[in-house]
């Protein structure tokens, strides 16, 4: 979280990138909760989940509506976004959808265009699976290099190292009666090697067992 607002106040857009259910959703919504105290200028969060975007149109259409300006794009998203009273935080969730059909490289040319220099009316922080040169494979064409890699600083999100797996347990039965087992801690990190999801589906199951619910 550090990381990220230092580079967001520093100028640059940000990209979260990390292996499926490693916990960047959830990294991209507190950002969006926090930046209104963290970030400098302040800027409007607005958060856009793009599993629920069919299209590029699909897209302006919710960007203008959640940012609350009338529905528009090209020069005129341009200036009404300039003349908008907030700058825009906008953060992109799952932002391989848009190398689905329906999405073009236009849309993230423009998307750099505004999010380009330290007073640009948007400021970007995306969550993606893969490195966004790997992702846009078609910015490659004729020698170019990804629109929004260009400006965006990544930051790989890694598992947990034991440390935080095992505050994760402490923390989590606290208010319980349970308490987990040397041995059953050390399985449980072994088994989820620190990937987050596993861990709590692993933990589930363990608790479970305690509690009569489940094996």
Not at 70 to 83: I, P, S
Not at 168 to 180: E, I
Request: with cysteine; aromatic share 8%.
């Amino acid at each position: 979280m550090q990381r990220v607002f230092e580079v967001l106040n520093s100028g640059s857009s940000v990209a979260l990138i990390g292996e499926e259910g490693i916990g960047k959703s959830s990294l991209l919504w507190a950002i969006c909760q926090q930046a209104e105290n963290r970030l400098q200028p302040s800027r409007q969060s607005v958060f856009l989940d793009l599993n629920y975007i069919d299209n590029e149109d699909d897209f302006y259409r919710a960007l203008c509506d959640e940012v609350g300006i009338v529905e528009c794009t090209g020069y005129l998203l341009t200036r009404n976004l300039k003349a908008h009273k907030n700058k825009v935080l906008l953060a992109l969730d799952n932002v391989g959808k848009m190398t689905w059909q329906g999405f073009t490289r236009g849309v993230r040319d423009k998307l750099r265009g505004l999010a380009e220099g330290s007073n640009a009316p948007l400021k970007l922080i995306l969550a993606a699976t893969e490195p966004l040169n790997n992702l846009f494979n078609d910015s490659h064409d004729d020698g170019r290099t990804s629109p929004l890699a260009g400006i965006c600083q990544e930051e790989h999100i890694q598992p947990w190292d034991e440390t935080t797996m095992r505050d994760f347990f402490a923390s989590r039965l606290a208010g319980t009666s349970v308490r987990f087992t040397e041995e059953e801690i050390v399985q449980l990190v072994e088994e989820s090697s620190g990937h987050p999801r596993k861990l709590m589906q692993r933990c589930y199951k363990t608790y479970a067992r305690y509690t009569g619910g489940g094996e």
